[in-house]
């Protein structure tokens, strides 16, 4: 009497490889690492430690940024206000400081608080009146560039008088270490790890973008769990806000456009599907050093800005690609 077997083919643990994005997970890290002999070899400056470090710290807000929207992008939705909308946390943070003369901690969590509410209005807007994410986003993130105008009447916000605010970002914990901002975004990088894989959050994240009408129909809020999601995406935005302000002591209201299509961009080459249901922080994490890798090997290169801005781009188109590819074979 014959027996049956359980096992796997190899055909079927190759197909089930790439269809959880693991592959693409692998093959970021490997371009990564490609990235790093390649300019390494270009340039002898590439591996001093200040240049590392210069990468570290232009990757923590990209990254954070990333982190964020990664929960969204995962539940198959977009979000294109994460860069104006750090824009205007950094702006509310030096109002709440500089204007309104609050202690430094409270700045900080009125900055935050405010990633958060457009987070909410754009889950809001998302979930209860049904608006497609691309055009809700699109809409908070013009909403967010007019606000920051005006409400610092177009001026930067100094933090020149208020003592240590750029040490939030610039300084070390211990002499020599690596900066503030590294840590917070390796603290972020935790953070929302345990968020998606040890919480209800990250269960609902997941089976919302895997099939969101099965979810609904099992008696799981829908809406509600959406807005949620969204509101952290916002806190995200906010503590990126709060460390771009500090690393350049002032809050900057024309800044941010373009932020959002960076992070994106490292979410995807991090092997999170555009179509959602699949996705890893730590993946995005890689895709975010990958990103800040590439755009500093171009400078160091001396490669003019619109050539680094093409090459950006054909990365963007090849990440894309991929996660077309794996959608076929899932």
């Known amino acids: 009497m014959s027996t049956l077997t359980s096992n796997p083919t190899a055909s079927d643990q190759k197909k089930r490889l790439v269809s959880s994005g693991a592959l693409q997970q692998i093959l970021a890290f490997a371009s990564l690492i490609i990235l790093v002999i390649f300019f390494s070899i270009a ?15 232009s990757t923590t807000v990209i990254g954070i940024l990333a982190l964020g929207t990664t929960f969204v992008i995962i539940t198959g939705g977009i979000d294109l206000s994460i860069g104006t909308g750090m824009t205007l946390t950094s702006v509310m943070t030096g109002v709440f400081i500089v204007f309104l003369g609050l202690p430094v901690i409270l700045g900080i969590i009125g900055g935050i608080v405010t990633g958060a509410l457009i987070g909410f209005i754009s889950g809001f807007s998302v979930s209860i009146l049904r608006i497609p994410p691309f055009i809700a986003t699109l809409a908070m993130m013009m909403i967010a560039e ?5 409400i610092s009447g177009a001026s930067p916000i100094y933090f020149s008088d208020v003592g240590g605010f750029n040490n939030i970002a610039l300084g070390s914990i211990f002499p020599g270490s690596i900066p503030n901002a590294v840590l917070i975004f390796f603290l972020m990088v935790l953070i929302g790890w345990i968020l998606l894989s040890k919480t209800i959050i990250g269960r609902y994240t997941f089976s919302i973008g895997s099939n969101e009408e099965a979810t609904r129909l099992s008696g799981i809020n829908v809406k509600k769990w959406k807005m949620i999601i969204y509101t952290i995406a916002g806190c995200f935005t906010g503590v990126a806000g709060v460390i771009m302000a500090s690393r350049l002591n002032s809050a900057q209201p024309a800044l941010g456009m373009g932020y959002e299509l960076e992070a994106i961009a490292a979410v995807v080459i991090g092997g999170t599907s555009l179509s959602g249901g699949k996705g890893s922080l730590i993946g995005t994490m890689i895709g975010a050093l990958i990103m800040s890798v590439l755009t500093n090997g171009l400078r160091i290169m001396s490669i003019p800005q619109e050539w680094q801005t093409v090459v950006i781009g054909f990365v963007i188109l090849l990440a894309v690609y991929f996660d077309m590819l794996r959608k076929k074979d899932r």
């Open 146 to 150: 007019g606000l920051s105008l005006v």
């Open 43 to 57: 340039s002898k400056n590439f591996l001093q430690w200040s240049n590392i470090e210069g990468i570290l710290l």
